[in-house]
């Protein structure tokens, strides 16, 4: 990966690209661009919205994929869940990043996993073509590119009258494979020739006003910001999960639950109140199984081992198991024995 061309590239709002052997300079969209392509967009929606034979609407999709059994709520259900598994791996990479042996299981796993929703949303999106919005999205596309590729010599490549389009698919192609997706931005926002740029001027690389910033330009800005609050977060991650981005994923959102926990358990305390705070086992009285949940989830570690201990007594025993019997209660009560015979000797 050439990070120089691409920093490069980013800056300046225009490369290069060769088809046939030709060379052609393609600058990124302006606002005027965009907005003149957007109105392409709309206009087409609007004239097909109410007959449109050649294409089906997003969303009459999900009837056409249910009824295809090619995806179904199942399945959708399953995708929730499998992203959600991919987040917890996250968590654990972060947490087990010092160990080396987990280390790699776990980015094994998680290559696995990524593999698996890729196909997962492959299939979901397997009709996406054949929709009124794919359409229009694809004129809005076509005329950006119509506006933004040149000759070497500064003359457009296309014209109103002249748009030929196997040369307009060729270019649909080249820009297509000279796009920088968000890893990638990432790898150019870590980089010493990026940074030595950043470090330098900050948000004023670009000239005002960040309107006129490209796609690119704005997601990098976007990008260095949140390194720099990363390095600025008074429990900054080691430089090795900083570098790696699915370790640092799993950083912020263990920060992010953990903060999400601590707000959910502060709101369920004031409402509980009074003395009841600082009780060692409080009940809470809940009206469904997702707030049953988040209440349960509010337990810390030494929580979850009394809840996993009362259980596993509760269940071993046929007549019901007294309070002042169940394990954890006993140690605690022993414990209070203790230290009253202590001040008393």
């Known amino acids: 990966m050439d990070i120089e061309s691409l920093v490069y590239k980013i800056i300046t709002g225009y490369y290069y690209i060769t ?27 609007q004239k097909n919205k109410f007959d449109s034979p050649n294409w089906i609407k997003d969303r009459d999709k999900d009837n056409i994929l249910l009824s295809n059994q090619i995806w179904s709520q199942t399945q959708e259900t399953e995708l929730e869940a499998f992203l959600k598994k991919l987040e917890d791996m996250k968590i654990e990479l972060y947490l087990k990043f010092g160990d080396p042996i ?36 694809n ?10 590729v040149f000759h070497m010599d500064g003359t457009p490549v296309f014209t109103e009258k002249d748009v030929g389009a196997d040369l307009l698919e060729s270019f649909i192609g080249a820009i297509a494979e000279n796009s920088i997706d968000m890893d990638i931005l990432r790898v150019v926002a870590r980089s010493d020739i990026w940074r030595s740029y950043w470090d330098a001027a900050k948000s004023n690389i670009f000239p005002p006003p960040a309107y006129d910033w490209t796609d690119e ?17 008074p429990e ?38 009074g003395k009841y ?3 060692n086992e409080i009940f809470v009285v809940t009206h469904s199984a997702e707030e049953s949940q988040e ?6 570690a030494s929580g979850m081992a009394q809840i996993r201990s ?3 007594a509760a269940n071993s025993s046929t007549e019901g198991v007294n309070w002042a019997e169940l394990p954890h209660v006993k140690a605690e009560l022993n414990g209070q024995i203790q230290q009253n015979n202590k001040r008393r000797k």
């Open 139 to 148: 004129l809005k596309n076509e005329q950006i590119i119509i506006s933004t």
């Open 310 to 312: 009362m259980s596993k």
């Open 295 to 300: 209440i349960f989830a509010m337990n810390d």
């Open 236 to 273: 900054c991650p080691e430089e090795g999960v900083i570098d790696d981005d699915d370790a640092l994923d799993g950083w912020i959102l263990f920060n992010k639950r953990r903060a999400d926990k601590d707000r959910k358990k502060n709101k369920v305390m004031d409402a509980i109140g």
């Open 19 to 45: 088809i046939d052997d030709t060379a052609y300079k393609v600058l990124h969209p302006t606002l005027k661009i965009k907005q003149h392509a957007h109105l392409l967009y709309s206009d087409a929606m």
């Open 102 to 137: 987990m280390k790699q299981k776990i980015k094994q796993s998680l290559g696995s996993g990524k593999k698996e929703v890729h196909k997962m949303h492959a299939k979901k999106m397997s009709m996406d073509h054949m929709t009124l919005e794919s359409y229009a999205h």
């Open 277 to 279: 705070k600082n009780a």
């Open 217 to 233: 330009q704005r997601l990098l800005i976007n990008i260095s910001k949140m390194y720099d609050s990363v390095r600025e977060h």
